[in-house]
C-alpha cells in the first residue's frame, strides 16, 4: 500500500455524517493519479450487470459506471441533472417529461449517446419485462419520443410527480445500443457504459475493478483515479480484511458486534473511523398468498401478533437498528406505526384467539426462507430468533431453509417460497417508493399483490401532487391497507454504518439519497 505520512495522534473517529470533517488536520492530495486504488468492501455483490435484469442492490454498481438522465450531486435530495443538460415537467398536469442532453455525450467505447440511445434504454426494459425487474418503476409510462439529437420526450399516461425520481434510479442506467440488444440481456462482463468509471475487470462475486472514465461528462467530480471493490460473503472476513488494511473501508453488511466494538474503542489507538448516519433501508418478510398457510389472512395477522420487533432489534442487532411497524420507513412523510396501533404488544394468547376463530387449531406448518449472503451475517441469527418466538408460542411450526442471493432471487420470483425475508433500500426518498414497489401485478417481489385500493386510487392522487408534503393522507390509508392484509411485515429500520481507515476521506459525503455510494467521493488523505 502506498506509504502516507499520517497525523501522529491516532484515534479511532467516531463521527456523525455531518461532523466527521473535524478532525487530525489532514487534505485530500488533489491528485487522484498518484495513488493505487481505493479499495472498498461489502457484502452486496450485484446480481446482474444489465440494468434491465435489475431491482435490487447491483444498483450500487450501476451508479458509478452507468449514467442517467439525473442524479444526485452531494447535498441534493431531489433529482438534479446528469446525462441530462435539463429536465422539466412541459404541461400542468406532469404528463409530459423534456429532457435536453449534455453536447458531445459519448459511451466509454467511443459510441455516440443521444436520444435515441436514451430511448433504447428505457424501452428495453419494458421490451424484455425480466419478472420482478425494473419495468415495474414505469407504469405510468405511456411511451418515449427522440424528436430530435438531444431531445426525449417522455409522455405519461397519467399525471406522476415521482417520474423525475424515477428517471434518476440506477435502473434508468443509458446503454449502448450497439451493445445492448433491444429484447435480450446482455451476457458476459463488459460493460458499455458513460458514468464516472469504466468497468475495467470483474469477477462475479469476488470484486470489480473500476477506473475513470475519461469520456464521462456530467457533475460528479471525481477525487480519485481508481476504486476496487471486494464482494465478502461474511461481515467478518470483511473486517478482518479492513483490520489487515488490505481494503480501505467498508460499506453494507458490518454486523452489529463490529460496529458496537468500533463504539467501544473510541478511546484506544486505532486506524479506523466508524461514520453514522440516518438509514431509510428497512427488512420485512413476504407472504405468498398461493401458500395454503401463508395465503391465509389470518395466519399472517396471527405471525403479526407473535414477532417481537424489539427482542429482534436487541438480541440479533444490539439496537444498531430500530423496530419498524410500517413499511414506510422514519424520517419519511407518511410514516405510520400502523401495525403497532393495530397488533400492541406481541401476545400469543390474542395471536391464538386469531387462528382459532378462523377455525385452525393445530400447529401451521411453515417454511421461512433468507438469503445467506446479501444482508449481512446476522440475517441466519434473525430468522432463527423469528423461528424461537413463533414456536414459543405454540402456534407453528417452522423450518429455516436459506440460499445465496443469485438462487435466492431466482426462487422467490418463481414463487417457490411460503414466507421469505428480504431488505429494501430505497429507489427514491419518498413514501411512494415503500408501497408501489410491492403492490401491483408486477412488483420487485415478483409475488403479485393486486391492492387496488392502492394501485388504482391512493398512488394516482398521491403522484398529483408535486408538493409530497401533501400527500400524508393517502399514504396513511395505503398503509392501513397493508397493516390489515399483512402481506408484508415490516421488521425494522436499518441505520448506515461505514467503518474506513484514518486514510480515507469523503465516506460523509458520499451517499446519495438512496443510501447508494458514490465512488468517486472517496479520495486518500496527506498531512499538512
Known amino acids: 500500500m502506498f506509504n502516507r505520512n499520517r497525523c501522529l495522534r491516532r484515534v479511532a473517529a467516531i463521527a456523525s455524517i455531518s461532523s466527521l470533517m473535524t478532525g487530525c488536520g489532514v487534505l485530500s492530495s488533489g491528485d487522484p493519479d498518484d495513488e493505487g486504488p481505493i479499495v472498498v468492501g461489502t457484502t452486496s455483490s450485484p446480481s446482474t450487470l444489465d440494468p434491465a435484469a435489475s431491482w435490487d442492490s447491483s444498483w450500487e454498481l450501476f451508479r458509478n459506471i452507468y449514467q442517467t438522465l439525473l442524479s444526485y450531486p452531494v447535498g441534493a435530495t431531489t433529482p438534479q441533472p446528469d446525462a441530462a443538460e435539463s429536465c422539466e415537467f412541459s404541461d400542468s398536469s406532469n404528463q409530459v417529461f423534456r429532457c435536453e442532453l449534455r453536447a458531445g455525450l459519448k459511451f466509454s467505447d467511443g459510441g455516440t449517446l443521444d436520444a435515441k440511445a436514451v430511448k433504447h434504454s428505457i424501452d428495453r426494459i419494458r421490451e424484455i ?11 405510468s409510462l405511456e411511451r418515449v419520443q427522440a424528436p430530435s439529437e438531444r431531445e426525449v420526450v417522455f409522455y405519461l399516461n397519467k399525471p406522476d410527480a415521482t417520474f423525475p425520481f424515477v428517471l434518476a434510479t440506477p435502473a434508468m442506467s443509458i446503454v449502448d445500443p450497439e451493445s445492448y440488444p433491444a429484447g435480450a440481456l446482455r451476457e458476459g462482463t463488459d460493460v458499455v457504459g458513460s458514468g464516472p468509471y469504466t468497468l475495467q475487470a470483474y469477477e462475479d ?13 456530467g457533475f460528479a467530480d471525481r477525487k480519485n483515479s481508481a476504486v476496487t471493490v471486494r464482494y465478502f460473503q461474511e461481515s467478518a472476513t470483511m473486517v478482518k480484511a479492513l483490520r489487515d488494511r488490505e481494503i480501505d ?35 420485512y418478510l413476504v407472504f405468498n398468498p398461493k401458500d395454503r398457510w401463508a395465503g391465509k389472512k389470518e395466519v399472517r395477522q396471527a405471525i403479526a401478533q407473535v414477532l417481537d420487533r424489539a427482542a429482534i432489534a436487541h438480541k440479533v442487532y444490539r439496537d444498531t437498528v430500530d423496530p419498524l411497524y410500517s413499511m414506510v420507513p422514519k424520517g419519511l412523510t407518511g410514516h ?6 393495530d397488533y400492541g404488544e406481541p401476545s400469543a ?9 378462523a ?37 407453528f411450526d417452522v423450518t429455516l431453509k436459506s440460499r445465496p442471493w443469485k438462487t435466492y432471487v431466482e426462487g422467490y420470483q418463481k414463487g417457490e417460497y411460503p414466507v421469505f425475508g428480504r431488505g429494501w433500500s430505497p429507489d427514491f426518498p419518498d413514501a411512494d417508493n415503500f408501497i408501489a414497489p410491492f403492490v401491483g401485478k408486477q412488483n420487485a417481489l415478483g409475488t403479485p399483490y393486486e391492492a387496488t385500493e392502492i394501485t388504482n386510487k391512493l398512488l394516482p392522487s398521491s403522484r398529483r401532487e408535486s408538493d409530497r408534503g401533501n400527500v400524508v393522507k393517502q399514504f396513511e390509508e395505503a398503509q392501513q391497507i397493508l397493516v390489515d392484509d399483512a402481506r408484508l411485515l415490516p421488521l425494522w429500520q436499518g441505520r448506515q454504518y461505514v467503518a474506513a481507515s484514518r486514510d480515507v476521506s469523503g465516506a460523509e459525503r458520499s451517499m446519495d439519497p438512496s443510501t447508494i455510494m458514490m465512488l468517486w467521493q472517496l479520495s486518500r488523505k496527506t498531512s499538512w
Open 359 to 395: 377455525g385452525i387449531t393445530e400447529p401451521v406448518p411453515l417454511t421461512l426462507w433468507y438469503t445467506t449472503d446479501r444482508y449481512g451475517s446476522e440475517t441466519a441469527q434473525e430468522f432463527k430468533e423469528i423461528e424461537k418466538q413463533l414456536e414459543a408460542s405454540k402456534l
Open 205 to 217: 462475486g469476488k470484486r470489480a475493478e473500476l477506473v475513470r472514465n475519461d469520456r464521462y461528462k
Open 129 to 139: 419485462n425480466v419478472n420482478g425487474g425494473p419495468a415495474g418503476l414505469l407504469g
Open 249 to 283: 473501508l467498508t460499506y453494507r453488511g458490518l454486523a452489529a458486534g463490529d460496529v458496537i466494538d468500533f463504539q467501544g474503542r473510541a478511546s484506544k489507538e486505532q486506524e479506523i473511523q466508524l461514520i453514522e448516519g440516518t438509514g431509510t433501508d428497512i427488512n
Open 349 to 357: 394468547e390474542k395471536a391464538r384467539d386469531i387462528l382459532t376463530d
Open 336 to 341: 405510520t406505526t400502523g401495525f403497532f396501533d
